[in-house]
């Protein structure tokens, strides 16, 4: 349990101390968060599924992706793990999409470190560590959020479609974009490009999305297999969404006057969203980790509007009182996950084929 606290101790230390990464910190802690993820060893609720996953791919032909039932971005990467025979080069791969994304927004942010804080309790260890799959599409989300803050609507839209080939449940953030596709001040002929390219994809892939959606409605429409999907820890997961989601909405003004419209107009759904699987959660408890799955990709809102509310100084609170209580209250978020989770004998205590 040391290796969590040092990360966050590291974490906190370097929040106080500089507020922007640095070349050498950012390149050095994510090279440590490379490790911590993709070098684990038996850590996770669904490691021995993920290594049995990897092993049955490796018996498969490139030919068969479209008829394996997995997502075709993550058939690829345990394929390629498959080869090599090592689950370690299969994490690898995946930290490394899963990474690249959370940083790169992280760094476009006020508070980067404080991004990553944000970040620790709900993605870095639940998600990166235990729900590989998750982990590379919540990183190619974050990618596609980079492109909307830049405007690139149609850009993140198919960012978006990639994610889902990592872990199709990501596909459900595409309704986000479909007021923007049909705006006024769009040429038609970029709008009859992306409808035909969706359709192409469609028809292209009608097979490998319908043995995708079986697959899902089995395990958790009908529930075929018998499996839990009722889990205490859903609700305290999303409070820090739910919190960020409500000072976005009754603080819309603010919001409105220090980003661009579509990126803030993206925030608003996604608020909207966090409070719909909320009431989902409360209302439909037996299963609350299949809403939990959705809620993961609604996780950046929190870094979205915890930086700028320090930045507008929301409640008359510094800086430095907002460091404070962040770093607090995401520390007993930690603690008590690690403490008091269900599932915390899967994640403690923390083992690293490194240091086997």
């Known amino acids: 349990m040391i290796t969590y606290y040092l990360l966050y101790l590291y ?15 950012g390149l050095f802690t994510f090279f440590i968060f490379v490790i911590f993820i993709g070098l684990r060893h038996e850590i996770g609720v669904d490691w021995i599924n993920y290594s049995n996953i990897m092993y049955k791919v490796d018996d498969s032909l490139f030919k068969d992706i479209f008829l394996s039932g997995h997502e075709v971005g993550y058939f690829i990467i345990n394929w390629i793990g498959a080869k090599f025979d090592s689950i370690y080069l299969l994490n690898t791969m995946a930290s490394l999409v899963f990474l690249s994304g959370l940083f790169s927004y992280c760094k476009r942010q006020s508070y980067p470190w404080l991004s990553l804080i944000f970040s620790l309790p709900v993605l870095i260890i639940p998600v990166g560590l235990g729900l590989t799959r998750q982990s590379c599409a919540v990183g190619i989300v974050f990618f596609a959020l980079n492109a909307i803050d830049n405007q690139k609507i149609i850009k993140s839209f198919f960012l978006i479609i990639f994610a889902a080939t990592f872990h199709f449940s990501s596909i459900f953030l595409v309704v986000l974009y479909i007021p923007y596709l049909f705006e006024k001040n769009n040429s038609k002929l970029q709008l009859n490009l992306v409808l035909i390219l969706c359709g ?73 969203m966090v409070l719909i699987i909320f009431f989902l959660m409360i209302l439909f408890p037996e299963i609350s980790t299949v809403f939990d799955r959705f809620a993961i990709f609604l996780v950046p809102i929190t870094i979205y509007v915890f930086n700028r509310i320090i930045d507008f100084r929301l409640f008359r609170i510094s800086r430095e009182y907002y460091q404070f209580i962040f770093i607090t209250f995401y520390f007993l978020q930690t603690f008590f996950w690690l403490e008091f989770a269900n599932f915390k004998d899967y994640f403690v205590p923390y083992k690293n084929i490194l240091f086997l």
């Not at 974490?11 to 910190?25: C, Q, V, Y």
């Not at 960020?244 to 996604?270: H, Q, R």
Request: glycine content about 2%; charged content about 10%; cysteine-free.
């Open 200 to 272: 192409a994809l469609f028809f292209i892939l009608y097979g490998y999305i319908s043995s995708v959606i079986t697959n899902y409605s089995e395990h958790y429409i009908t529930n075929k297999y018998d499996a839990s999907w009722s889990s205490v820890g859903s609700i305290p997961k999303l409070i820090p969404s739910l919190l960020a989601s409500l000072l976005l909405i009754f603080n819309k003004s603010k919001f409105i006057s220090i980003t661009n419209k579509i990126t803030f107009s993206l925030y608003y759904k996604m608020a909207y």
């Open 11 to 25: 974490l906190s230390l370097n929040a106080l101390i500089r507020r922007k990464f640095s070349i050498l910190t």
